[in-house]
T-cell receptor, first 111, second 120 residues
């Protein structure tokens, strides 16, 4: 089942912060975050594993709440280069590894 | 290391035709997954190949098929094209850890630039 991302779109001014959420109705093994710019391939940002860890990548970080089966991506002091569509991909229980993506969140950072 | 490559980048076909898309994974990667991306549905999983065997399959009709060669290169075929097949087709490669379950849940997938298919 496809994870649900919110919000669907967000517009920021440079320097502002944003949070993108990803929720699943299934028990998750891991959450994967990607960013895709228009006309380009999705680019891997980070993976979070069950256990509630939090990871960071420059000014982009994420957390994984295992109890809620929810992950949040935090973008702080946004830059113009952060613009793009952010996807979360989830891996659920079972022996088959399958990455299921949400519909994405369009982030626009304006000067 | 060279990234994932896909050919062709753009393709225009008419309804009823068939099409074959190609994907070359990152050197050393043995797993190739295919996705269909449309504005309405986002990224949807088609199938995954590992060591020339289909390991996972999404919810797509049998018109969508694939294969993987001994050098890990993969092809995807769509027969009897429909207008709704117009989409960006992405392939992603990964280097899975051996085993099942949890140990595979951390595999990072690296995407290619995609093939834009337009069905008229």
């Amino acid at each position: 089942q496809q994870p649900v991302q919110s919000p669907q779109a967000v517009i920021l001014r440079e320097g502002e912060d944003a949070v993108i959420n990803c929720s699943s109705s299934k028990a998750l093994y891991s959450v994967h975050w990607y960013r895709q710019k228009h006309g380009e391939a999705p680019v891997f940002l980070m993976i979070l594993l069950k256990g509630g860890e939090q990871k960071g990548h420059d000014k982009i970080s994420a957390s994984f709440n295992e109890k809620k089966q929810q992950s949040s991506l935090y973008l702080t002091a946004s830059q113009l280069s952060y613009s793009g569509t952010y996807f979360c991909g989830t891996v659920s229980g079972g022996s088959n590894y399958k990455l299921t993506f949400g519909k994405g969140t369009l982030l626009t950072v304006n000067p | 290391k060279a990234g994932v490559t896909q050919t062709p980048r753009y393709l225009i076909k008419t309804r009823g035709q068939q099409v074959t898309l190609s994907c070359s994974p990152i050197s050393g990667h043995r797993s190739v997954s295919w996705y269909q991306q449309t504005p309405g549905q986002g990224l949807q999983f088609l199938f995954e190949y590992f060591s020339e065997t289909q390991r996972n399959k999404g919810n797509f009709p049998g018109r969508f098929s694939g294969r993987q060669f001994s050098n890990s290169r993969s092809e995807m075929n769509v027969s009897t094209l429909e207008l709704g097949d117009s989409a960006l087709y992405l392939c992603a490669s990964s280097h899975p850890r051996p085993g099942q379950g949890d140990s595979r849940s951390t595999d990072t997938q690296y995407f290619g630039p995609g093939t834009r298919l337009t069905v008229l």
